[in-house]
């Protein structure tokens, strides 16, 4: 049996594994969100997809004991390690790979300081609800990040955080969940089905169930269903993207069944995303994503054009997809080697070729985690960051005065660690 067919069996048999997971017995009493039977399982899904609040969706009221919050960290911490050991079996544990995982290792430890920050407020604030159900496959949750300030409607952002459609997990948006909820703007990290639990089909799917739950329940957490953005970063951006155009797609086709509309999309914000696959084959295996790997995950070449919204912009036939989609924003640094800025760029240039409002933000120097990660914990002005709030806050005088005297966000990892991180990032 070949490599890929082999992936894809064991994307079978961890999909398995995973719903077994779900419903054990023993696991079920630490989880902080109650097992759904068939029928809840139903009637959630039908009242979401009507527009209607779920049955199942927890109170805004914090009701999660600490015991619940270990209990939760152990859960997801399980979750992750078997998804890690299972892809290392594939990938094989020798030189090579030891040598690659030492670089993530010792860049995770120069800046753990700021993440056990992070991690205390994701597992112990008050404004984080966490692992909020939205559907009914494995890892179909989603984090919400609150303002301390109740009053009136708040913007949102729905992110789909990156992890190379293998270790994506939703709290790795908590750093910019809590800083976007300081500026009055609630936060959605959907979670999804990396690989081999999933294929892009599968993370595209859960995605768009997850941007269809907060668009029809969002005003039940304060959030303003008439100013939603969306955004995602790394591999969030090339599914949100795909998400995002196939439901384009489905609208103008104008099929029956639409539990979203786009019109509901503010805009669309992508942080060094890549949106052509062919560009990327044989890139991401020169860097270590080994070809076999990546089609499977992909579900084989035939399907890359599918999966490619730059590509499949060009066809024709969806012109009039492209004619409602929302004004969108492409950010990306010019040192990125993970995914080249010219991903994004190229991507522009055709989005406006084919009549679609789209701009491109480049930002000199900064590689793959330097938006993302070291510059939002440096803490202090940061373009982009001040980009996302500027724009989200176009027409609100009130919230752009706010804005400009707000404090500098803190710093929460030393200049000299953030350096040295930079200096051995594997990204």
């Not at 790997?293 to 969806?318: A, K, T, W, Y």
Request: glycine share 8%; with cysteine.
């Amino acid at each position: 049996m070949n490599p890929a067919a082999i992936l894809r069996q064991s994307s079978s048999s961890a999909a398995e594994e995973m719903m077994e997971m779900e419903t054990r017995p023993f696991l079920s009493k630490f989880l902080s969100y109650p097992p759904a039977s068939a029928a809840s399982t139903s009637q959630r899904l039908r009242a979401k997809h009507l527009g209607s609040p779920s049955p199942a969706t927890p109170s805004p009221s914090r009701q999660n004991s600490f015991g619940r919050d270990i209990g939760h960290a152990a859960k997801e911490t399980y979750l992750v390690t078997s998804l890690s050991f299972t892809l290392l079996q594939y990938l094989g544990v020798g030189y090579r790979w030891i040598t690659r995982l030492l670089a993530p290792y010792c860049y995770t430890m120069l800046l753990m300081p700021g993440f056990l920050q992070v991690a205390y407020c994701y597992y112990f604030s008050s404004q984080v609800r966490r692992s909020i159900v939205y559907g009914d496959q494995p890892r179909n949750r989603l984090d919400l990040y609150l303002p301390k300030n109740t009053d009136g409607k708040k913007p949102v952002v729905v992110f789909v955080t990156g992890g190379a459609w293998i270790i994506g997990y939703k709290a790795w948006g908590s750093l910019l969940g809590l800083q976007l909820a300081e500026r009055n703007i609630i936060v959605a990290c959907i979670d999804y089905r990396n690989f081999p639990q999933g294929t892009i089909s599968d993370m595209v799917e859960d995605a768009s169930n997850g941007i269809s739950f907060i668009c029809n329940n969002i005003a039940d957490y304060g959030g303003d269903p008439d100013r939603i953005y969306l955004m995602g970063q790394s591999a969030g951006a090339h599914i949100s993207s795909c998400a995002l155009l196939e439901q384009a797609i489905r609208e103008s086709k104008k099929e029956e069944i639409i539990y979203w509309s786009v019109s509901q999309i503010k805009a669309y914000f992508g942080l060094s995303g890549g949106y052509n696959l062919f560009n990327l084959v044989d890139h991401f295996d020169s860097r270590g994503l080994c070809r076999s790997i990546f089609l499977s995950i992909m579900e084989g070449e035939e399907s890359l054009h599918q999966f490619s919204p730059e590509v499949r912009v060009q066809d024709p036939s969806n012109k009039d997809a492209i004619s409602i989609l929302p004004p969108i924003t492409l950010f990306h640094g010019t040192a990125d080697y993970s995914i080249p800025s010219d991903a994004s760029k190229f991507f522009v240039n055709v989005l406006q070729r084919v009549g679609a409002q789209a701009d491109l933000v480049l930002y000199d120097g900064k590689n793959h985690t330097d938006l993302f990660l070291q510059d939002p914990l440096r803490g202090g002005k940061d373009d982009l960051f001040d980009q996302l709030v500027a724009v989200i806050h176009a027409n609100d005088m009130e919230a752009l005065e706010q804005d400009a005297a707000a404090p500098p966000r803190r710093r929460l990892v030393p200049e000299i660690l953030l350096k040295l991180a930079g200096n051995i990032s594997p990204f």
